[in-house]
């Protein structure tokens, strides 16, 4: 093959390798964070938890919870500070 074919395969695969990644980062960029499921939330004498992954706070708009590890089992819910007890 020709040298300028072969700079031309060249520059094709580069772009192809480029549309594909740019096409999984856009995938990915609409996953969102999944909240803690409904079950593993103590009850609401509970006002900080953790599963072992993921610290988990009731503030006045809802519920904040940190990201998990990248290799993290969760295990049961423990409260870390009841309701009531300040900061």
């Known amino acids: 093959m020709p040298p300028r074919d072969e700079a031309l395969a060249v520059v094709i695969s580069i ?6 990644v740019t096409f999984a980062i856009i995938a990915g960029a609409g996953l969102e964070p999944q909240a803690p ?7 609401p004498s ?3 938890w ?6 988990c706070r009731r503030v006045p708009e809802g519920l904040a919870c ?9 295990s049961a ?3 870390l500070r009841p309701a009531g007890v300040p900061i």
Request: proline fraction near 12%.
């Open 15 to 20: 772009a192809i390798a480029l549309l594909v």
């Open 66 to 74: 940190s990201t998990p590890g990248i290799a993290c089992t969760p």
């Open 37 to 43: 499921a409904q079950g593993s939330a103590p009850g």
């Open 46 to 48: 509970c006002a900080e």
């Open 50 to 55: 953790t599963d072992g992954c993921v610290v």
């Open 77 to 79: 819910p423990r409260c």
